[in-house]
């Protein structure tokens, strides 16, 4: 094999027929470079999947309410289904053990934000401490609401990274007073959310101080929890779709309404949604390698084949090669080697073209499902790796096939 | 150097069997030229294939040199005609994309001589056949005569004990015969075994001893006085 006589040889006898050789490679070429492709694109939809999910905590669940459609203990249906502060301490206390963060939502759609001669429309969000992490917000400049903000019903804001460039511009908000819908507060921080603008043209206030300021009582909107998360994803899983069926359970209860309105209490659970999607993502994922590993299937079939080709071509070459006392192994050695030479030059090329192709166009994908397709180069590798290997299998019969040959009847005239 | 005794070979052909060589007993000494002659199915190739180890007899014996020659494994075969045997064939036979050098060094390949030696005494034995000057050439680049000398060359290469030639001058017009027969004369001259299948009388002529086969038997084997392939003769 690392016989360098050989390596003169085999490199003598592709050079000779140049075309011949790269037909043959251009089969395994093009399997490799589509299943680098497919693959790439697989890691593409992964990258964008995962970051649609990075927006919120992915072990989230949230609850609200609505109208009741149904009829329950003779109630009629069309009443509001409105949550209270208690439901609130209720579900804390109850789930304390699984639950990680914790916050109740009042909030207002459309509030008027003013800051010197700038005005806006922006949400805004009465909510607790907890709210930075269940909405995986990172700090830009100050800080988060804080637990004595919302014990104390103070009047400051945190800022989206959106809204501080729409009414500050290049100023510099920490500390300066903006008008929520006619009532000052003080800006204390401005944070960026990975969902991008759309997640980053909200305001935060503690919830204490939204019901007071605008007529919530202890009223509440929706609620919004994580669970505890284990390191076995499945039983992650489990414990947050239990907690979800128990919480609705429990706000159903205690407002009446029938177990089976399902727009009157909605309870969502992202790591089921999530569990959900990955699985499509394995699926699709599984579906590619089938398709790769077919296409290069139908590589490998192409060498063999045009392999075969070569020995019947070459039958009196190597009759004559064997006449001048050429072993079968020498035969069966250069066939071979030919083979897994050529698939791997061929492989490599496909490779690096796959690679250098999804390089350049990658940068230019980026949608919410496809995000920067690459590929992970290991597994590139191991598919070479194995192409060679399976190339070598294929090489082999008509290795066999050449050594089996009779310079007699090679040689016969005809 | 040769010596066969009863040696049959029968062919199948569908449900037929046809028995080609029908019990032949043959000796060559060191130094020898013989012209095997013979009509075309009289099994005159066919007893230089076993000979030459590219076919097995079904029975008799064969020793080359001294060694039995049977039930040899491709290997040992492989081995034994690498030593002691060097090929001529009707139709040249040599290989199409390699140059008349790397031809004739091909013997010495299979016998894992490295590639400075090699190419050394392969350029040797195209300067023999008178051939140095051509030596990058390609079979295609030559003519009939020339691709032959390059065989011989070839044969020559890996200094073998016999030199089997069949039909050496099958494919060439008869002033090339002659210069080919000459070769193969002067390479008789310094002491190498040769055994010529031809049915040409004046190519037998010029071997040292006749042999005729008729249906699978020698049914005349004849010493005969030379006759010289010197070109001017021909012309």
Redesign the interface.
């Given at each position: 094999m690392f016989n360098i006589?050989r390596w003169?040889?085999i490199f003598?006898?592709l050079s000779?027929?140049k075309l011949r050789t790269f037909l043959t490679g251009l089969s395994v070429a093009s399997g490799i470079f589509i299943l680098v492709i497919l693959l790439g694109f697989s890691t593409g939809i992964q990258k964008g999947v995962k970051s649609q999910f990075e927006q919120d905590a992915t072990n989230r669940i949230s609850v609200w309410t609505g109208v009741t459609t149904k009829g329950y203990k003779g109630l009629n249906p069309g009443r509001l289904v409105q949550m209270k502060n208690s439901d609130h301490e209720n579900i804390s206390r109850k789930y304390d053990e699984n639950l990680e963060y914790r916050t109740a939502l009042y909030s207002i759609w459309g509030g008027i934000i003013t800051y010197k001669n700038q005005t806006g429309n922006y949400r805004v969000e009465g909510a607790s401490a907890d709210q930075q992490f269940i909405e995986n917000e990172t700090m830009v400049a100050g800080r988060f609401i804080n637990n004595g903000d919302v014990e104390k019903a103070e009047k400051v804001t945190v800022i989206g990274n959106q809204v501080k460039k729409d009414i500050f511009k290049e100023e510099d908000p920490i500390g300066k007073s903006i008008e929520i819908m006619g009532i000052n507060f003080v800006v204390v921080g401005v944070y960026s959310d990975p969902g991008g603008n759309r997640e980053e043209t909200r305001v935060f206030i503690p919830i204490t101080t939204a019901q007071k300021a605008f007529n919530g009582g202890d009223k509440v909107r929706s609620l919004a929890y994580t669970v505890k998360m284990s390191d076995n994803f499945d039983d992650a899983v489990a414990l947050s779709m239990a907690l979800s069926e128990n919480i609705d359970k429990d706000i159903r209860t205690s407002h009446f309404v029938a177990p089976d309105d399902r727009s009157a209490v909605r309870v969502w659970n992202t790591l089921e949604e999530a569990k959900k999607i990955y699985t499509l993502l394995d699926t699709i994922r599984a579906v590619f390698w089938f398709v790769g590993i077919g296409t290069i299937i139908a590589g490998i079939v192409g060498v063999s084949n045009i392999m075969l080709i070569v020995v019947k071509e070459r039958t009196?070459?190597i009759?004559?090669?064997?006449?001048?006392?050429?072993?079968?192994?020498?035969i069966v050695g250069m066939i071979l080697q030919e083979a897994i030479f050529i698939t791997a030059i061929a492989g490599f090329s496909g490779l690096f073209l796959g690679v250098g192709l999804l390089e350049l166009v990658s940068p230019m994908v980026n949608s919410d499902f496809i995000k920067f397709p690459q590929v992970d180069f290991n597994t590139a590798v191991t598919t070479v790796i194995l192409l060679i290997v399976a190339g070598a299998l294929a090489g082999f019969i008509p290795a066999r096939r050449a050594?089996n040959i009779?310079?007699?009847e090679a040689?016969r005239?005809e | 150097m040769i010596e066969i005794k009863e040696l049959h070979k029968s062919y199948q052909m569908g449900a037929n069997s046809l028995h080609v060589l029908k019990g032949i007993n043959f000796e060559a000494k060191e130094g020898e030229m013989v012209a095997i002659m013979g009509s075309s199915g009289s099994g005159k190739s066919t007893f230089l294939n076993i000979i030459g180890m590219l076919d097995e007899a079904d029975l008799g014996s064969y020793t080359l040199d001294g060694k039995i020659i049977k039930n040899l494994n491709e290997k040992i075969a492989a081995r034994y005609r690498n030593q002691f045997l060097g090929f001529i064939f009707q139709s040249f036979n040599l290989i199409s994309y390699k140059s008349a050098l790397d031809n004739v060094s091909m013997p010495l390949y299979y016998q894992g001589i490295k590639r400075n030696e090699r190419t050394e005494k392969a350029m040797h034995y195209l300067e023999k056949v008178g051939l140095a000057d051509w030596a990058e050439h390609l079979p295609s680049e030559l003519s009939g005569g020339q691709k032959q000398r390059v065989a011989i060359a070839r044969a020559l290469a890996s200094n073998p004990k016999v030199l089997l030639a069949d039909e050496p001058t099958g494919a060439l017009d008869s002033s090339t015969s002659y210069e080919v027969m000459e070769l193969i004369q002067k390479i008789n001259d310094e002491g190498k075994t040769i055994l010529c299948v031809t049915h040409e009388d004046d190519i037998a002529h010029m071997c040292k001893r006749i042999v005729h086969l008729k249906d699978g038997i020698i049914i005349d084997d004849d010493l005969v006085s030379q006759v010289r392939a010197k070109k001017q003769e021909n012309v």
């Open positions: 006589e003169q040889e003598e006898t000779k027929n009196k070459e009759g004559i090669r064997k006449a001048i006392g050429a072993l079968p192994s020498s050594a009779k310079p007699i040689l005239d | -």
